[in-house]
Each structure stands twice: as structure tokens, then as C-alpha cells.
């Protein structure tokens, strides 16, 4: 007889709903004390991003009366990568169209300096050097910026989600 669980979707939308209010609280705080994510700050979001994980899994271990399988919690670290993630991503690409847009073009102007010297240091023809320049001005966009952060997101709750899953499963 197989072992019924509890459902996964209410703790996805709240610790979906916890971690994505949390990376746009960092991205508004980055913004506002004009910073750069540094390494201490992305150190920081991906222990903020274990714990929430961890902790959402493990009350949903408590509720199940202990029980908890490895596919529950890679499900609930996915949810909530997804939930967090497009609650992330809608507001990076708001944020870098609306209230900095000055930042895409710093990014834009040093991508292309960064593509020039790429071409002359490679000696590129004039096809393969207006290519590279048009692939350069699509990544910095704020639909990329948006787009990179939900996938970086759901992937970092896909693996904590795993690892979790591999230290509290019942055997």
C-alpha cells in the first residue's frame, strides 16, 4: 500500500511567495544604497535561499507525520523556485525598465567595449564583428535580466530542493 502525502502547493505559495518578496527586497536594497552584488551579498542570498528551502521542507516533513520522500521535496523545491523566481523576474523587468534603465545602458556600453576588444584581439571579420555586436545587445536587455534571474533561481531551488530531499527522506 502506497504512503500518501500531504500536498506539496500550499507550502510552495508560501515559500515561494517568502523567498520571491525577499530577492526583490535585495534588488530594491541593492538599488537604493547604490551597491554592487558583490560576493557577500550573493553568499548571503544563497543561504537565505538553503534556509527557506530547508525550512519549508522540513514543516512539510512535520505535517506529514514524518514522512517525506525525495520527490515531494525536489517538487516543493522546484514550486517554490518557480513561484519566488516569476515573483523575482516580473519585478527585475519593471525595475530595469521603469525605475533604472540607466543601468542597461551602463551594461549595454560596457558589453560593446567588451565586444570590440574581443574582435580586435580575435581579428574578426566584418560579418562575424556585426554579429557578435547584435548578440551583444540583446543580453542586455531587462527581459534578459528577468529571464537569467528565474532560471538561476529556479535551478539554485532545484539543487537545494535535492540535497535537502537526499538528507531528510524516509529510506
Keep these: 500500500m502506497p504512503t500518501e502525502y500531504i500536498p506539496v502547493k ?3 505559495k508560501k515559500f515561494g511567495s517568502i523567498f520571491g518578496a525577499y530577492s526583490i527586497l535585495v534588488l530594491v536594497m541593492v538599488y537604493a544604497l547604490n551597491e ?3 560576493v557577500v551579498i550573493s553568499l ?3 543561504i537565505i535561499t538553503v534556509a527557506i528551502v530547508w525550512y519549508a521542507i522540513h514543516l512539510y516533513k512535520i505535517d506529514n507525520n514524518g514522512l517525506i520522500d525525495l520527490t515531494s521535496s525536489i517538487k516543493l523545491g522546484l514550486a517554490i523556485g518557480v513561484i519566488g523566481g ?3 523576474g516580473i519585478y527585475t523587468y519593471l525595475h530595469y525598465n521603469l525605475v533604472d534603465p540607466e543601468y542597461i545602458s551602463v551594461m549595454r556600453s560596457n558589453m560593446e567595449a567588451e565586444m570590440e576588444a574581443q574582435i ?7 560579418d562575424e564583428a556585426e554579429m557578435t555586436r547584435s548578440m551583444s545587445s540583446v543580453f542586455a536587455s531587462p527581459f534578459v535580466l528577468a529571464t ?6 529556479i535551478f539554485k531551488t532545484f539543487v537545494v530542493g535535492l540535497i535537502v530531499g537526499f538528507i531528510k527522506r524516509n529510506n
Excluded at 580586435?120 to 566584418?126: H, I, P, V
Excluded at 537569467?148 to 533561481?153: C, D, E, R, V, Y
Aim: no cysteine.
Design 10 to 12: 500550499p507550502y510552495a
Design 148 to 153: 537569467t534571474g528565474l532560471i538561476s533561481i
Design 86 to 88: 516569476l515573483m523575482y
Design 120 to 126: 580586435l584581439q580575435q581579428q574578426m571579420s566584418e
Design 36 to 38: 554592487d552584488a558583490g
Design 44 to 46: 548571503l542570498n544563497f
